[in-house]
């Protein structure tokens, strides 16, 4: 018995809620993705312009430095500082600062953007980053955020000690605001687009999971008392193909299920009769008489072995629908005929004739297509008076096995009934005791060779039985050293190979055989 599933902990997400998750996260991740490339990019470029500006503000200054007063030198360091700062023109979001000696000592005549002196740290900051070179960088401290250039100021000759430093800086919050607000419209238009995607995402799956919706809903409503549901089919994609796949599979188990309930049916039929003789003798039989207990003592021995005929044909049946059904090997069709017909000749009253046989080879079990031959064989025993004329044929794609009597024939309306399990024909016609089941088992037999089985009248009168067996492919396979030669033959679904056969005897031609020979 199979354990019980163990319960779903946890959440359990829907397949629509799964598709909408994913279309979401990946669309949310590719608009990021080129948000934060754009902006970085935008970012990099106005650094690197406010860099340029930096640099641009040092090279103004050296200018001015080197130029001197008037054409003569500056006096004195300070003094080179203080033109510097008083003709520097700020741009915006900029300050500017002379530093002597790690103090703010000068600021530019015009009002500034930036304080570069409300950083309490930035002054000695610089002083000391700068104190003999030049240095360009970020201070970020103070709540602050500024992008610096310091430069020492120096005169030949000047009688000026210490530090003299020019200072200029821009302030990185409000340089980058030109982006960071479109970075912010942008990161809410996602947020829009993310959510109306999420909703077509929504729909789109419900309609493309409609389908499977209805599949699931006719999967619960099916049960072994009702196969009549079916799925609508519509479009040609995967889901359409789908529900087509579905309903051919309700149509097979439909179908399995109805031939089911017919055997069970017929079965009991079948098993009723003879235990109603039996038990309808059994108890109007006179204990005290000898004879009569001999008389329905025989008699149900006879319904006896009528019931286990029927029980051992049943099990014929069904082995043949088995995994394993048939013993292939390379057959020679016409000394298997020719087998056959001496084995024909030992059922009680046949008459048997051999008329032409075909050469020909097949692939297939010599065991099973005998017992099919041979039922046939019965059969026009039973029904055809006991002369039986037997042959075979080629066609392009078979070998057709033939078996001929001289009854009544069979109805054109029941030739496509007298292969059903349980069809005996009507009583004045071909029809008489037994299971019932023989030629049901010819025609298992023959589709279990890839083959068919189908009766027409015979010339002369009387009914043609022929089980047509598919040949045996000339074509090698290729491939395998270990099956050079061999054939691939596809049997009831699966592919069997099977060894070479022999080169066929042919013997002389000799008259058909006689019921004595």
Not at 71 to 89: H, I, M, N
Not at 445 to 454: L, N, S, V
Request: no cysteine.
């Amino acid at each position: 018995m199979t354990p019980a599933a163990a319960p779903r902990t946890g959440v359990v997400w829907t397949v629509r809620t799964r598709i909408v998750l994913v279309i979401v996260v990946v669309s949310a991740l590719g608009m990021l993705s080129v948000g934060v490339a754009v902006y970085l990019v935008e970012r990099d470029r106005i650094l690197a312009d406010v860099d340029e500006r930096l640099r641009a503000s040092l090279e103004s200054a050296r200018a001015l430095v080197a130029t001197g007063l008037g054409g003569e030198p500056w006096p004195s360091s300070q003094a080179a500082l203080e033109a510097v700062v008083t003709r520097t023109s700020p741009d915006d979001n900029t300050g500017a600062l002379g530093v002597i000696d790690g103090t703010a000592a000068l600021i530019p005549g015009v009002p500034l953007d930036v304080d570069l002196q409300s950083a309490p740290g930035f002054v000695g900051y610089v002083s000391e980053v700068a104190a003999t070179d030049p240095a360009l960088g970020t201070y970020a401290d103070d709540g602050v955020a500024w992008r610096y250039l310091a430069a020492p100021i120096a005169v030949a000759d000047s009688p000026s000690p210490g530090t003299v430093l020019f200072v200029t800086a821009y302030d990185l919050d409000a340089e980058l605001a030109e982006i960071d607000d479109p970075a912010r419209v942008y990161l809410i238009a996602a947020a829009v687009a993310i959510v109306l995607i999420a909703g077509a995402a929504g729909i789109v799956a419900a309609r493309l999971l409609r389908p499977l919706r209805r599949m699931r809903e006719t999967a619960a409503r099916v049960s072994a008392r009702s196969l009549a549901e079916r799925l609508p089919v519509r479009g040609n994609d995967d889901v359409s193909h789908l529900a087509a796949t579905m309903n051919d599979m309700l149509d097979r188990l439909d179908a399995a299920l109805d031939a089911q309930r017919r055997l069970l049916s017929d079965v009991g039929h079948e098993l009723k009769t003879p235990l109603t003789i039996v038990s309808g003798h059994l108890e109007v039989m006179d204990a005290g008489d000898a004879s009569d207990v001999r008389e329905t003592r025989e008699l149900v021995i006879d319904e006896l072995a009528r019931m286990g005929r029927l029980v051992q044909d049943l099990a014929d049946e069904a082995a043949l629908h088995g995994p394993a059904p048939l013993a292939m090997q390379p057959v020679d069709a016409a000394a298997l005929l020719r087998q056959i017909a001496r084995k024909a000749e030992g059922l009680e009253g046949a008459r048997v004739t051999l008329a032409e046989v075909a050469a020909a080879r097949i692939a297939g079990d010599p065991a099973r297509i005998t017992q099919a031959v041979l039922q046939l064989a019965q059969n026009g025993v039973t029904h055809g008076g006991g002369d039986l004329t037997l042959g075979s044929r080629r066609t392009p794609d078979a070998v057709e096995l033939w078996v001929r009597d001289r009854g009544p024939g069979v109805p054109a309306d029941e030739r496509d009934r007298v292969f059903d399990r349980f069809h005996r024909g009507d009583a004045g016609g071909r029809g008489a005791e037994g299971s019932g089941l023989g030629l049901s088992i010819v025609l298992v037999i023959a589709r279990a060779h890839g083959g068919t089985a189908w009766v027409r009248d015979a010339p002369g009168g009387g009914a043609e039985f022929v089980v047509s067996i598919p040949r045996q492919s000339d074509a090698a396979s290729p491939g395998d050293p270990g099956t050079q030669g061999h054939r691939r033959v596809t049997v009831d679904g699966r592919e069997v190979i099977v060894p070479p056969v022999p080169p066929l005897h042919r013997p002389a031609a000799r008259s058909p055989r006689s019921p004595q020979e």
